[in-house]
């Protein structure tokens, strides 16, 4: 399974179950992955969508590699220790990529 299926699988799950995201605020999460480019985690009206490319409406931008990203899909990133040591880097509001992480932590 490729990052891309576990995050449309998470995606998936979101849509279906939006009780832990009902109450989120219409963001942009964009996504560089080192490897295979730019996308976007776009969270509507209680509902998520994975859109391809950059966003100039981000408000944080997660740059990782695909491993990393994938960790961060399955709730097994230490996303301090990551930020800390060049893992993750974050372009933004700090605090939305936490948020992320709740959100992910959340479907798990």
Same mark, same amino acid.
């Given at each position: ?27 942009? /999460? ?13 969270? !509507? ?19 990782? @590699?695909? !491993? @990393? /990203? ?7 990133? @230490? ?13 933004? !509001? ?10 992910? !932590?959340?479907?798990?």
């Amino acid at each position: 399974m490729t990052v891309r299926d576990e995050l449309l699988a998470l995606v998936e799950k979101m849509n279906t179950n939006p009780e832990h995201i009902a109450s989120e605020k219409d963001r942009i /999460f964009q996504i560089d992955l080192e490897e295979s480019g730019p996308l976007q985690i776009v969270f !509507k009206a209680g509902q998520v969508e994975i859109v391809e490319g950059t966003s100039p409406d981000a408000e944080v931008t997660l740059i990782l @590699n695909e !491993k @990393n /990203f994938s960790k961060l899909l399955q709730n097994k990133l @230490n996303t301090t220790m990551a930020f800390m040591t060049g893992g993750l880097k974050v372009e933004g !509001k700090l605090g939305l990529a936490l948020k992320l992480q709740e959100i992910v !932590k959340a479907y798990q």
